[in-house]
């Protein structure tokens, strides 16, 4: 049963526009979420992340949101750019356990 | 540092064929992970080591597969004997002592079983 779901295999938005890929979580003890982009044939590379004690956390375009309550996070890019073409995955970690848990990615194509 | 290094890139290898994929860790590095990645299932934990010692091998899918890390600038991962249904991306990740840092990836190796 996957912990970390992504409902959306794929999201197409304009250039310009704001993206946002979501993420829902079954595991509430779950308490440091991670965001990570892939290229094709390039290995997962670190995005952003934000800890269970915060609801948001900016770093430059990229913003990830956590709603504890609903189990749930969503990565905002705004404004989104043609770089910003990848798969991206939404992870999950428990403090203690120090595996991270991976959703099955979505693949955000951003139109020109 | 290069970073997380894997070999080989690409391996293609005939069904029934035993196949060893290698990982080189980020220096100072003490946990070291194993993902595949397949369309059906996205990114799945294999097994993970910390200061070399297997700490969690429960995403290892069958008994052929197997994972060493005999120091901590090496680790492999063995399929023995290999399927067609192996066949997926396979990843190698490394992450520093203190918890809840990001892990980081190596390029990863393709495997094709035919």
């Known amino acids: 049963d996957q912990q970390v779901k992504q409902n959306s295999p794929s999201l197409s938005v304009q250039e310009g526009r704001i993206s946002i890929l979501n993420c829902d979580y079954t595991n509430s003890m779950f308490d440091y979420f991670l965001w990570y982009k892939k290229y094709p044939a390039e290995g997962p590379t670190f995005l952003i992340s934000?800890?269970?004690?915060?609801d948001k956390n900016e770093d430059g375009r990229f913003t990830v949101f956590l709603n504890k309550s609903a189990k749930h996070l969503s990565l905002h890019i705004v404004p989104s750019q043609p770089g910003d073409s990848a798969v991206y995955f939404c992870?999950?970690?428990?403090?203690?356990?120090?595996?991270?848990?991976f959703g099955k990615g979505t693949r955000l194509h951003i139109l020109p | 540092d290069a970073g997380v290094i894997q070999s080989p890139r690409h391996e293609v290898t005939e069904m029934g064929q035993e196949v060893t994929l290698r990982c080189k860790p980020i220096s100072g590095h003490d946990y070291l992970f194993w993902y595949r990645q397949t369309m059906m299932r996205g990114l799945e934990l294999l097994i993970y080591f910390n200061n070399n010692v297997p700490i969690d091998d429960s995403g290892m899918p069958e008994d052929r597969f197997s994972a060493k890390m005999p120091n901590a600038s090496f680790s492999t991962l063995k399929i023995q004997p290999s399927e067609p249904r192996d066949s997926a991306v396979y990843f190698c990740?490394?992450?520093?002592?203190?918890?809840?840092?990001?892990?980081?990836f190596g390029q990863g190796t393709r495997l094709t079983v035919v």
């Open positions: 990740a490394s992450s520093l002592t203190q918890l809840n840092t990001e892990a980081f």
């Open positions: 992870a999950a970690s428990v403090v203690g356990d120090d595996k991270i848990i």
């Open positions: 934000i800890s269970s004690i915060k």
